[in-house]
């Protein structure tokens, strides 16, 4: 068997601990302490324990090596094989004293190799040796044991090329061990980085490794000898080759280059060459030369891949490497289209994995045979490799463009990608028909013609025209087919109209032509415009030549026709007038003129309607939480006055979680419904929430925010449908195999549907044991969508307190705990009846812990009060052992009086038990007096009577922060002297009365200056 151990020939102890010495294990023989890996002859090692001063032992440095006392250690020698060397052997053995162990012959008949010792003690002061620690002995017969050196070469992982040049030579040694190695380079001790490892204990294999830093070659030998004495050696030359002169590369076309060099000078130690080359995506070649050649040619290589090209030089041992690189000219890259428009391509494009590539350049230019275009071209270099896509704006509509991608590195330009032939999108027309001409034809028609827009802005084919008309604000449109001519009917007589008309693509409607203007011959007429959500203005006109006195406007609601109608008189030379309505109310609004020769024209009336969204938002916002995931909103109703005459149709309710930057919206439908629920929110977190009315005219103004907190998810535990407190009693007897289960659940669980699905939780019995199927007699869990239950199986379930973890599809939550017990059990006992009392006398104020210790049954609730009075801070209770439901109640606070800790649970069961917390009685008269100058006494008069005082303590500090505290246990002492205080500071000194169960006193305090 081989054992591979490094042999560190020093070895080091770390300090157990800083009062104790270090111990480190050593060897002996005949009372002689060996070097670590030393010889020792076995026929001299003593047989049987009747030879005590003949075994070879391993102690550590704080024992007596020759010491025969017996003592318990651990430890034990280790045979060649790995096998530990038996006390009971029939053939030899070892036996353990203080600090050692030692190695004896039963007979002559004894492995020889290398021996390995570990030890470690508690015999000294309770001191034990670091683990890890091994010494080593070479145990041969006089006749063996000898050193031999099998082989001595240079590691193939030598480098003489790189930054930090190197190499490693190794020598292997066996037949007995290796006590010293030695190094030298030209007969001169060599230093460098050395290593020993011990690689087979049978065989004393060991591997000497010597690692050179540099070029430095020279004859090296490796010495090793050992203390029997033995000694062997072997000795390397190591030869360095040289490159040869003159050595360059010459690139042959793009995918291959040549290699030239002249032949090395007679004393190099070259015996021959190997050409390397590597692409940079991994692939290498290797070539070996003849030593008369001065030439290589490679062929076969690809555009686009940096290859790095070594050229070696070998000698016997060793090698010279030196690296050229070369770049191959980049591929033709591939080119597709990411995106077009009707101004801009976006070509992206891509070489192979691994090409070499330092930028790009894209060239387009225009196809002029396509429609009516002019010539068109560009080119664009990208700063770098890592841009494979370009826009190229500026384009023309409707155009085609031939498009071609390069790639360039160091080595030049690659050829260009396959051309790519991209149309532009058509647009809309860039220009407006030409020649626009208005013919009036009567007093409500004009026909409009034109000219087709020019070949070179139409940007498409043109599919249509729209021919724009409008007066005062209102504004008409007409379409046409490819027609140049249309007539438009149904006009307002006496009416100026502009008239505008554009050509229309696919892609929509061109630009407009200048506005003509034309006039329909009639009569007096009224035209709405310039409508807003409560007021309308109107145009009055007279027909050509008519001159009016003045104008009567009547307008009426047309749904409320007996309350609402009025009329306003307007002046003649008035021709537009502003009407003030209701908002999201219908008119009847009629016209009339008085001419100045006496007659009246009246006008047809027209009906227009106002509409406003909701002024004002709902009111009385109200939020109210259902659990930790959900939420219910409510709100009042947008009073009818600001509804603005329209009626609502829903509501908008905007929710989001306050600083998350992000919210929702959700519709309400219907002016009745004001309440809605939101679900599925996150628990602790805090929501923002408003509401808006909607009508027809759209969104009202939202209410002020409001702020509500998503409570925590909370975990229950229930029986029969009763929710049973946390810590809580139940009756064994009551669960069942199934249907009444003990249930574990969220307060959003749903205890239906599939009864298997997995749900994150577990329960666990009073012993920690988790509750699967088998696993704790007389129950068996079963899992549904958020719950877990608990069901029983017989009688022998074990009582105490149960606990369960569930977790929700987010977070996991804290366990639940319930007691579950047979009928009779779980009452609640106080230990001892009695309340421990404890405090800490170093806090400035003085603080103390009262503590109740319950068993027997689950602590529900704990009250804590002092003087009859509830105390809530500083309490705290912890589950000690659920098998006996032993609870540790904690109450702490500075107060003294009459406490009392009642615990009890839903059995009902109760226990409480009390304590009465005084203050010690304070000492008087506190003086101090310098006593020299660096010492003073304070003195006191103790408390008559003593009371509960059983000691003082005595605090100070100087303005220098010089502070210490010192206690004095006789209750009867009325003085102390406090010495190595500092030369003229000021001091303050405090003292108090301490006892055993009660407070501190208040305390005295006092000021002292020291004299030089």
Not at 105 to 125: K, L, V, W
Request: charged share 15%.
């Amino acid at each position: 068997m081989k054992a591979a151990t490094i042999v560190h020939f020093f070895l080091f102890c770390s300090m157990v601990e800083a009062h104790y010495p270090t111990k480190c294990p050593h060897v002996s023989f005949m009372g002689q302490t060996l070097v670590n890996h030393s010889y020792v002859d076995l026929s001299q090692v003593g047989i049987s324990t009747a030879d005590p001063g003949n075994t070879v032992r391993c102690c550590t440095d704080l024992c007596t090596c020759c010491s025969n006392e017996q003592g318990d250690d651990r430890g034990g020698w280790f045979l060649p094989n790995g096998g530990s060397l038996s006390t009971s052997s029939y053939d030899y053995g070892m036996r353990y004293g203080d600090g050692r162990v030692d190695v004896y012959r039963q007979h002559h008949s004894m492995p020889q190799g290398i021996y390995r010792c570990d030890i470690e003690t508690n015999a000294f002061h309770g001191d034990q040796i670091t683990a890890g620690e091994s010494v080593f002995a070479g145990l041969y017969f006089s006749n063996e044991g000898d050193v031999h050196i099998n082989s001595l070469l240079i590691g193939v992982d030598s480098d003489l090329n790189g930054a930090s040049p190197q190499f490693t030579l190794t020598c292997i040694s066996t037949g007995g061990p290796a006590t010293t190695v030695t190094w030298t380079r030209d007969s001169t001790r060599v230093g460098g980085t050395t290593k020993t490892v011990l690689e087979d204990p049978v065989t004393a294999h060991y591997i000497h490794n010597l690692t050179v830093t540099g070029r430095r070659p020279g004859f090296y030998t490796c010495i090793v000898a050992n203390n029997k004495p033995s000694m062997a050696n072997a000795t390397l030359s190591v030869e360095m080759a040289s490159v040869p002169p003159n050595l360059i590369a010459i690139r042959k076309g793009s995918k291959e280059i040549q290699l030239n060099w002249d032949q090395p000078p007679p004393t190099a130690k070259t015996i021959g060459y190997t050409i390397e080359y590597q692409s940079h995506r991994g692939e290498s070649i290797g070539v070996d030369i003849d030593l008369s050649s001065t030439s290589y040619q490679v062929t076969g290589l690809m555009n686009g891949i940096r290859y790095n090209v070594a050229f070696i030089s070998r000698s016997n041992h060793y090698y010279q490497r030196i690296s050229i690189p070369i770049a191959m000219v980049p591929e033709k890259p591939s080119v597709s289209i990411a995106a077009v428009t009707s101004s801009s391509i976006d070509p992206f494009w891509s070489v192979s994995r691994g090409s070499v590539v330092t930028s790009y350049t894209v060239t387009w230019k225009s196809d002029i045979s396509f429609g009516c275009r002019t010539e068109h071209q560009g080119s664009h270099t990208t700063p770098d490799n890592s841009s494979t896509i370009y826009t190229i704006t500026g384009l023309e509509e409707n155009s085609r463009y031939i498009i071609t991608v390069s790639a360039r590195n160091g080595a030049g330009t690659g050829p260009e990608s396959e051309p790519l032939i991209v149309e532009t999108n058509a647009a809309a027309p860039s220009a407006a028909p030409t020649s626009v001409r208005v013919t009036e034809d009567s007093s409500t028609t004009i026909t409009v013609q034109w000219e087709g827009v020019d070949c070179i802005h139409r940007n498409g084919n043109i599919t249509g025209y729209s021919v724009r008309y409008s007066h005062m604000g209102t504004t008409l449109q007409k379409t046409s087919n490819t027609t140049t001519k249309v007539t438009i009917s149904g006009l307002s007589p006496s009416t100026t109209y502009i008239v505008e008309v554009a050509g229309v693509t696919s892609l929509g409607i061109g630009s407009y032509s200048l506005p003509l203007n034309a006039t329909t011959d009639g009569r007096l007429s009224m035209i709405g415009g310039s409508t807003s959500p409560t007021s309308l203005t109107v145009s009055l006109q007279l027909a050509a030549g008519s001159q009016a006195i003045g104008y009567t406007l009547t307008y009426q609601n047309v749904n409320n026709t007996d309350c609402f109608r009025d009329s306003d008189q307007i002046g003649g030379n008035q021709t537009t007038y502003t009407l003030n309505l209701l908002g999201n109310t219908e008119y009847i609004i009629a016209v009339s003129a008085e001419l100045s020769i006496g007659e009246v024209e009246e006008d047809s009336f027209i009906t227009v309607t106002a509409v406003a969204a909701p002024s004002v938002p709902p009111t009385s916002v109200e939020v109210s939480v259902v659990n930790s995931t959900t939420i219910t909103v409510q709100w009042g109703q947008v009073p009818c006055r600001y509804q603005n005459g329209a009626q609502i149709t829903g509501y908008w309710v905007r929710h989001g979680e306050v600083g998350s930057g992000n919210t929702q919206t959700m519709s309400v439908s219907g002016d009745s419904v004001t309440e809605t629920t939101i679900s599925s929110l996150l628990p602790s977190t805090n929501h923002s929430l408003q509401v808006a009315a909607v009508n027809g005219a759209g969104t009202g103004i939202y209410s002020t925010p409001v702020s509500v907190l998503i409570p925590e998810m909370n975990v229950y535990v229930s029986l029969r449908g009763r929710v049973i407190p946390n810590n809580g009693y139940a009756i064994i007897d009551d669960i069942g195999s199934w249907d009444n289960a003990v249930l574990c659940h969220t307060d959003r669980a749903v205890d239906f549907g599939d009864p298997f699905r997995r749900s994150g939780g577990n329960w666990f019995a009073p012993d920690g044991t988790r509750v699967n199927e088998n696993d704790v007699p007389g129950f068996y869990r079963n899992r549904g969508p958020m719950v877990v239950r608990l069901h029983r199986t017989d009688s022998t379930g074990n009582q105490g307190i149960y606990n369960c973890t569930i977790q929700d599809a987010t977070t996991k939550y804290q366990a639940v705990y319930v007691g579950l017990y047979y009928p009779g059990n779980g009452v609640i006992n106080i230990s001892g009846g009695v309340l421990y009392f404890s405090w800490n006398v170093n806090r400035a104020i003085p603080q103390f812990t009262l503590t109740c210790i319950s068993t027997g049954g689950p602590a529900t609730t704990v009250t804590w009060t002092r003087d009859a009075t509830t105390v809530t801070q500083g309490t705290e209770t912890v589950l000690n052992d659920p098998v006996t439901a032993q609870y540790t109640h904690t109450l702490t606070v500075t107060t003294a009086g009459e406490y009392t800790c009642t615990v009890s649970n839903n059995k009902p069961s109760t226990a409480s038990a009390s304590i009465t917390v005084r203050v010690a009685s304070a000492p008087t008269n506190l003086m101090v007096v310098q006593e020299d100058l660096t010492s003073v006494r304070v003195s006191w008069t103790p408390p008559t009577p003593l009371g509960d005082t059983t000691g003082y303590r005595i605090d100070f500090i100087s303005s220098g922060n010089d502070t210490g505290s010192v206690n004095v246990s006789d209750w009867s002492s009325g003085h102390c002297v406090l010495h190595g205080l500092i030369r003229e500071a000021t001091y303050y000194i405090s003292i108090v009365a301490t006892s055993e169960h009660h407070l501190p006193s208040h305390s005295l305090n006092s000021q002292i200056t020291l004299g030089k």
